[in-house]
């Protein structure tokens, strides 16, 4: 391996040949050094049952496992017969062991209020809201879907239903209408716990009106918990509709946590997958617990006096795993901050650092790459001197995003993660470990504990070094996903069916002669749009439903700053016209903002094969100006792409 020099020019960026050493002031005093890595690493391949056995008996467990592992392809069960319970291990440990003084959450508004929860006050306010749940007749194993601004109610909530065995499905913020809706019915939620309105860019948004047209849809639903954070005027129903504030200041400050089973389910969260429906995704308790407890202790080289800020929102799967549970799991304080990172201007973020001394930050390539646009000087303007380790996560950083990251952000003294994972695999699988490692800007580096990865053709075939290929995981770990919730058949075919014996990631990745692996991209209709997963599908169905548009094939197309954006091709319903503004507001209205396509281009017709198979392909080729590439004479019409390519987006 070489070192060089980190500002030498761009291009050798972009061929990747850099490695970055862990500045040796890190590195001197790192949790991990290479040689343990190493050894563990190993040990976690050889020894599994010894080495899950060791990590998982530094957490509380009401009841002994007796089995490590029960696999049963594609079924893994993990600390078989074990019972624990999450929130206990992330708030009741601390306090019993004194840390009860210490800040859990420091929150933040956009409009620069603050508030600060300490690990016996977040537990007193759990309690409460357990004690809640349970009172609105909340049983363990019932789902309770969560509607909230990041907020430290959405923690609270969550770590609420952990204690008593509920299922929580966490909807984001952004989402609409109809998907709230889907997601409550496709749990079957009884509860769904809100706010009157959340705050983005000054503007109340108001979630309980968007919850209150969604219960008219949802049958399963019998209350509605209403966290009062804007103070503005909501409709209320009575019967339903009970207020947060109100029935956690009634409710009793005493609540044991429940003794759940290992398996018992802890959530389920909802992504995008190359079919139409968004797909619920069910994590259990003990290997969760085990695998965020782990990951967010080693990758991010934690330790008591870190102030720990992952930027995501806890309506995605990093929300869940490190803004939440795992920090809390190792008695981190937390940075949680509601709000644009624009506002009031670029400098927000910094100045958020700066004042709550931040040593670890976490977040998107997307928002870094945002941030690199608005120049150097900015940040600069900051004491970001309390940073000691910076993190990337959701979608491949460009080496000249990692590069501005490492320079500007960190002051070429905080070494960079760069950790790929997915909401299924709960925990991170491939990293570099911040002390033990070089980093290669561009490639997140090697698997964790107990991960096996392998890169493979279609057919199996496992491929050598530099190959391009499929990215596979070849067994199971305690933080996958358990199921799909009510369709184990589509978690056996997705995940499990693609390639025999293997979890298939849906990632194309190639690694390196040391083991480095650089995730390229989605290979199905996924997209990954600002780090955030749409279905191709999804956004196709809300445009068709559209009464103006007959067809719509939606791609990515590559974008600077949002590493893609959505193009969508629509076809007219004869007697119509189409309205863009019209479109991108009903795809609003039926799936969230972030599905809103970018370009909308009107088309007569659209590349088809003879059997009616829309060429994607081609499409994608069109949307980011390409030449057109490849075979075309499968096509009905091959005229078509040309004239595609001739017209203007909208
Ligand atoms: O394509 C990969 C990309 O994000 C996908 C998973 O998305 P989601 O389930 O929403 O979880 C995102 C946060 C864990 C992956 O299939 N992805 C995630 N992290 C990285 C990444 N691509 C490249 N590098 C990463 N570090």
Sequence with gaps: MTHTNPHDHIDAMLHETRVIAPPEAF?????????????????????????????????HWMSPWSQVLDWQEPHARWFVGGQTNMAYNALDRHVAAGLGDKRAIVWEAEDGETRTLTYAGLLREVKQAANVLLKLGVQAGDRVTLYLPLIPEAAIAMLACARIGAVHSVVFGGFSVSALADRINDAQSKVLITADAGYRRGQAVGLKKNADEAARQTPS??????????????????????????????????????????????????????????????HTTGGYMVGTYLTTGEVFDLRDEDVFWCTAD???????????????????????????????????????????????????????????????????????????LLGSVGEPINPEAWMWYWRVIGGERCPVVDTWWQTETGAIMLTTLPGAHPSKPGSAGLPMYGVEPALMTRDGQELGPDEG????????????????????????????????????????????????????????????????????????????????????????????????????????????????????????????????????????????????????????????????????????DPGVLERLAATPPV
């Design 27 to 59: 590195r001197a005093r790192a949790r991990v050094t290479r040689e343990e890595y190493d050894r563990r690493y190993r040990q976690s391949l050889d020894e599994p049952d010894v080495f899950w056995s060791e990590v998982a008996s530094e957490l």
């Design 221 to 282: 639903l019998e209350h509605m918990l209403v966290v009062r954070r804007a103070g503005c005027e909501v409709e209320w129903q009575p019967q339903r509709d009970v207020w947060w504030h109100e029935a956690l200041e009634q409710a009793g400050g005493e609540h044991a946590a429940a003794p759940l089973d290992s398996e018992h389910p802890l959530f389920i969260l909802y992504t995008s997958g190359s079919t139409g429906k968004p797909k619920g995704v069910q």
């Design 314 to 388: 806890v309506g995605w799967v990093t929300g869940h795993s490190y803004s939440v549970y795992g920090p809390l799991l190792n008695g981190a304080t937390i940075v949680m901050y509601e709000g644009a990172p624009n506002q009031p201007d670029w400098g927000r973020f910094w100045q958020i650092i700066e004042k709550h001394r931040v040593s670890i930050l976490y977040t998107a390539p997307t928002a870094i790459r945002a941030f690199m646009q608005h120049g150097d000087e900015i940040p600069g303007r900051y004491d970001l001197s309390s940073l000691r």
């Design 469 to 636: 290929g499929l990215l596979v995981i070849k067994r199971p770990w305690p933080s996958m996903l358990r199921t799909i919730y009510g369709d184990d058949e589509r978690y056996r075919k997705s995940y499990w069916g693609e390639i025999p014996g293997v979890y298939f990631a849906g990632d194309g990745a190639r690694r390196d002669v040391d083991g480095y692996v650089t995730i390229v991209g989605r290979v199905d209709d996924v997209l990954n749009v600002s780090g955030h997963r749409l279905g191709t599908m999804e956004i196709e169905s809300a445009l068709v439903s559209h009464p103006s548009v007959a067809e719509a094939a939606v791609v990515g197309k590559p974008d600077p700053v949002k590493g893609e954006s959505v193009v969508a091709f629509v076809l007219v319903q004869d007697g119509f016209e189409v309205d863009p503004a019209e479109l991108r507001a009903h795809v609003s209205r039926e799936i969230g903002a972030l599905a809103r396509p970018d370009a909308i281009i009107i088309s007569s017709a659209l590349p088809k094969t003879r059997s009616g198979k829309i060429m994607r392909r081609f499409l994608r080729q069109i949307a980011a100006g390409k030449a057109i590439e490849g075979d075309t004479s499968t096509l009905e």
